[in-house]
T-cell receptor, first 113, second 113 residues
Framework: DAKTTQPNSMESNEEEPVHLPCNHSTISGTDYIHWYRQLPSQGPEYVIHGLTSNVNNRMASLAIAEDRKSSTLILHRATLRDAAVYYCILRGPSSSNTGKLIFGQGTTLQVKP | GAVVSQHPSWVICKSGTSVKIECRSLDFQATTMFWYRQFPKQSLMLMATSNEGSKATYEQGVEKDKFLINHASLTLSTLTVTSAHPEDSSFYIC?????????FGSGTRLTVV
C-alpha cells in the first residue's frame, strides 16, 4: 500500500473547524483514502473514506484534491472529545491483497477549551 | 454497526506465564481478523492476519511460536502470548472487516511483571 505523510501534531480550539492534511503522492488509481482515529487507550474507530469525490458523514468531511495526491479531513466544530490520533491510510480495492490495514504515525490532535 | 468484542481489557501476568486474548465478532462473521500491537506513544503495528480454519499469516519479525493465533470459528479469534516477558507488555488490538470499513476491538493492555 502507498505511503501517507501527516503532521505529527495539531492544535485546535473548541467549537472551531479543524483541517487535518494528508499527503499521498504515490497513490494509485484504485486506492481508497481511509481515515481512522484513536482515542486514548481505545482501539481505532472509522471516521470516513473516499476515492475521488468529496465525502460527508455525520462525523466529518473528506476533501480530496483533484490529482488525489493529497486529502484533508475536516471536523466542522471540534469538541474536546475529538482529541485523538488521526490516521490517514490508503487501501486498495477490497478484492486486492490480503486486506491488511497498515497504520502510519498519524496526527495527534489537541483540542483546547 | 458491526461490533468486535475484545477481552480482557487489561491483564497483569508474571514472567514466564501465558496469556490468552479473545476477539469476537458479535453480529457478523469474520473469516479474517487482524492482530496489532501498540507500544506507548507509537502507532499500531500489524502482527498477523488470522484466517478461519487455516494457519495465521505473520508479519516479518513476529515470532509465530510466541504469539499463537487460533481462529477456530467465524466469530472468534484468539491470541496467546506464550512465556510472556516484560518486553511483551503492550496494548494488543484486534480488528475485522465486515462490509465497509474496518472495526476494531477496544484493546487489551498487557503488563508482564
Amino acid at each position: 500500500d502507498a505511503k501517507t505523510t501527516q503532521p505529527n501534531s495539531m492544535e485546535s480550539n473548541e467549537e472551531e473547524p479543524v483541517h487535518l492534511p494528508c499527503n499521498h503522492s504515490t497513490i494509485s488509481g484504485t486506492d481508497y483514502i481511509h481515515w481512522y482515529r484513536q482515542l486514548p487507550s481505545q482501539g481505532p474507530e472509522y471516521v470516513i473514506h473516499g476515492l475521488t469525490s468529496n465525502v460527508n458523514n455525520r462525523m466529518a468531511s473528506l476533501a480530496i484534491a483533484e490529482d488525489r495526491k493529497s486529502s484533508t479531513l475536516i471536523l466542522h466544530r471540534a469538541t474536546l472529545r475529538d482529541a485523538a490520533v488521526y490516521y490517514c491510510i490508503l487501501r486498495g480495492p477490497s478484492s486486492s491483497n490480503t486486506g491488511k490495514l497498515i497504520f502510519g504515525q498519524g496526527t495527534t490532535l489537541q483540542v483546547k477549551p | 454497526g458491526a461490533v468486535v468484542s475484545q477481552h480482557p481489557s487489561w491483564v497483569i501476568c508474571k514472567s514466564g506465564t501465558s496469556v490468552k486474548i479473545e476477539c469476537r465478532s458479535l453480529d457478523f462473521q469474520a473469516t479474517t481478523m487482524f492482530w496489532y500491537r501498540q507500544f506507548p506513544k507509537q502507532s499500531l503495528m500489524l502482527m498477523a492476519t488470522s484466517n478461519e480454519g487455516s494457519k495465521a499469516t505473520y508479519e516479518q519479525g513476529v515470532e509465530k511460536d510466541k504469539f499463537l493465533i487460533n481462529h477456530a470459528s467465524l466469530t472468534l479469534s484468539t491470541l496467546t502470548v506464550t512465556s510472556a516477558h516484560p518486553e511483551d507488555s503492550s496494548f494488543y488490538i484486534c480488528s475485522a472487516r465486515p462490509r465497509g470499513g474496518y472495526t476494531f476491538g477496544s484493546g487489551t493492555r498487557l503488563t508482564v511483571v
